[in-house]
């Protein structure tokens, strides 16, 4: 079974004051319903702190993200009890994450995670496996469902799937097989040839004015060469509606 988050506590926050903890089903959905202003959201809210798109790690909540609105003398303390997830740096499991925002202690925002071994440092890697989707707090399904950043549902998604797609050579080495057999009939088009080979001398052109090569830094300018060729490939379009 893949990561997954078994409790959420929550203190401080919001309309909540003492310690809430929610447990999350094994298999079910969990249905969270109360009336107007009971706090729903700030549960999601809380959910979103810790595993949506910004890192917490140095997030200044507002007054009114306080309960009683004030920041002095509360801290807010929102914590995940999670099973399934490796640590990054070593075989150990990460057993808790947890965030806090106390206005009067030494270290004013930690987010740190308890671990089977000594790490302690939560790693974009680890919250990464834990792959939360809060789209009730913004109701930005359609957001999440693009690639508009790194951290959109979609991307995350996408990035996973990447790396499993890689975590072996032997299907790697079978995908650029097949790879480049798409290539070669590709090239069979003619437009496409011609285009290809114009994307090419595009890139060795830029290269070569580069100070110190494109060699390998090639990744980096991509872009770069692609907003060059760009013009080559509306002419060629020009001449090849169909491409
Ligand atoms: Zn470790």
Redesign the pocket.
């Known amino acids: 079974m893949g990561p997954r988050i078994e409790a959420l506590g929550i203190k401080g926050y919001r309309s909540i004051d003492g310690l809430i903890r929610i447990r999350f089903p094994k298999t079910d959905p969990l249905v969270i319903f109360g009336e107007n202003n009971a706090g729903k959201s700030n549960i999601l809210r809380a959910l979103d702190l810790i595993f949506g798109e910004s890192w917490p790690g140095n997030y200044k909540p507002e007054d009114h993200e306080f309960f009683g609105r004030l920041a002095e003398g509360n801290a807010i303390k929102i914590y995940a009890k999670v099973s399934g997830l490796a ?1 990054s ?4 499991t990460v057993q808790e994450l947890h965030w806090q925002y106390d206005p009067d202690a030494e270290k004013v925002c930690d987010f740190y995670c308890v ?1 089977t ?3 302690t440092y939560v790693t974009n890697e680890v919250r990464r496996d834990l792959f939360a989707m809060t789209v009730g707090v913004r109701r930005d399904l359609s957001w999440q469902l693009s690639y508009n950043s790194k951290w959109t549902t979609l991307s995350k998604l996408m990035r996973r799937f990447h790396d499993r797609l890689v975590s072996d050579p032997v299907r790697v080495e079978r995908l650029k097989v097949e790879y480049a057999t798409l290539v070669s009939i590709f090239q069979e088009v003619s437009e496409f040839a011609e285009f290809s080979s114009g994307l090419r001398s595009a890139v060795e052109d830029f290269g070569g004015n580069l100070r110190y090569g494109a060699g390998g830094r090639l990744l980096g300018v991509r872009r770069v060469e692609l907003l060059q060729v760009a013009p080559r490939l509306s002419s060629l379009q020009r001449r090849a509606p169909h491409l």
């Open positions: 640590c740096k070593c075989d150990g671990a071994c000594d790490h």
